[in-house]
């Protein structure tokens, strides 16, 4: 079992920054790749980022690019994700998530949730 555990949300007001982290605990070394993801009220979750365990290629979505940037630390075990020049419709709760022997995501953590006030 892997378990993942957010941290670093909070309130920012617009144009500012914020690292988001993610650990990864137990069968860790079974992660194949890892990406964070987000849900505004009323909307559907929509995928942010995410980069593969072993060769650390990254992929980003559009609305995004530029502002968010992923990374990793394979000795932590820990996914994280910089998140800059914030826009008030980047208020969202941030889920991290992991794919377990598996190419599809199949492990969620409990989110965080980030605020950007205008």
């Known amino acids: 079992q892997v378990q993942l555990v957010e941290s670093g949300g909070g309130l920012v007001q617009a144009g500012g920054s914020l690292r988001l982290s993610c650990a990864a605990s137990?069968?860790?070394?079974?992660?194949?790749?890892m990406g964070w993801f987000r849900q505004a009220p009323g909307k559907e979750r929509e995928f942010v980022s995410s980069?593969?365990?072993?060769?650390?290629?990254?992929n980003c979505a559009d609305s995004v690019k530029g502002r968010f940037t992923i990374s990793r630390d394979n000795a932590k075990n820990t996914v994280y994700l910089e998140v800059n020049s914030l826009k008030p419709e980047d208020t969202a709760v941030y889920y991290c998530?992991?794919?377990?022997?598996?190419?599809?995501?199949?492990?969620w953590g409990q989110g965080t949730q980030v605020t950007v006030s205008s």
């Open positions: 137990g069968r860790a070394f079974s992660i194949r790749r």
């Open positions: 980069i593969n365990w072993s060769s650390a290629l990254t």
């Open positions: 998530a992991a794919a377990i022997e598996n190419i599809q995501f199949n492990k």
